[in-house]
């Protein structure tokens, strides 16, 4: 997994984070890594793959700007453009 300082992109205008944020941040990440890992080590094939999608479901809920970026961000992956270095989403 990236570095969590490679993963946060912020625009130039938006306002800095707080310290209470950003030490909510690191914890998200270090729990996300954590689960990515338990995630891994699923000996189910279908366990694996019901659980990331039950975890997606989770973080879009209802929010469709979110829907759309976890929809692009796949097809992203599914069509191989995450390693074309040409291309720009």
């Given amino acids: ?6 993963m946060v992109i912020f625009e130039e205008d938006e ?3 707080d310290a209470e944020d ?3 941040l690191a914890e998200i990440y270090k729990l996300s890594n954590k689960l990515f890992k338990l995630l891994e080590d699923l000996k189910s094939h279908e366990l694996r793959e019901a659980t ?6 989770e973080l879009v809920e209802d929010d469709k700007l979110l829907l759309g970026l ?3 961000m796949l097809s992203d992956l599914i069509y191989g453009f995450e390693d074309d270095e040409s291309y720009v989403s």
């Fill in 1 to 6: 997994m990236e570095d969590f300082d490679d």
């Fill in 15 to 17: 306002e800095e984070l």
């Fill in 22 to 24: 950003e030490v909510k």
């Fill in 52 to 57: 990331a999608l039950m975890i997606i479901r």
């Fill in 70 to 72: 976890a929809s692009k």
